[in-house]
């Protein structure tokens, strides 16, 4: 009775895109309003540990957007492996049809032992078609947490131009007076709506992975546990 074969472990090289994104500005989110840092300046230095503590904020969130662009990538991967799981399945079950074939020339025994093969391999198939479908969810998932660490990344650094921008405002110099404080502040606001919209798609993609992993379990608990002996464990998905 032959085995599938566990998942081939993913590679790691990925990883180095959260510092390469990091070091390249790659993940700069695009704002419609900035403050030009030359005009920090004459600003009291409460006013710059305010900046520094909003940039610390928007570096931690840069960090999280490029990490969860690592994640969807894994979970695209994961998706391909799983193509070949169900074709290693499939082939499975075209031997166990061919052997039983040729048992039907020979004893009852013999029939009777390679139909139940073939039942038991047409389950793994079945479980096959399950996880595909899960990881089709689980990528949905991770594209959906990586728009939210995207928006929240966005959100992050609007909060470092309206920081910026009160803290210039209070300036007694021509070009601070131009500085429209509640504009920035508006764009503050759209951010957290649009985080907010992020959350709400993330949830419902949460659900329906979790729907795909019910149905994954229970096709997979009619699989013989020597077929799935050294199948992969299953990842809980990150949090957000």
Known sequence: MMKLKSLLPVSLLALCAVQSCHTSGQNEPSLDRHVDDAMLTNVPDSARS??????ESASVARDAYAAAQVETTRAVDRRKLADRDMEIAEAQVKRAQEAVKIAESGTQADLDKARQDLAEAQTVVTAAHSRITLRDRQVDHARAMENLKERNNELAQAKVEAVKAHAVAKLDRPDAAKVDVNAFERQVRDAQENVNLAQVRLDAARKEVDAARKSFDTD???????????WPKEEEMPKG
Request: glycine share 0%.
């Open 50 to 55: 305010d900046v520094a503590d909003a940039r």
């Open 220 to 230: 997979t608990k009619a699989v013989p546990a020597a077929y799935r002996r050294d």
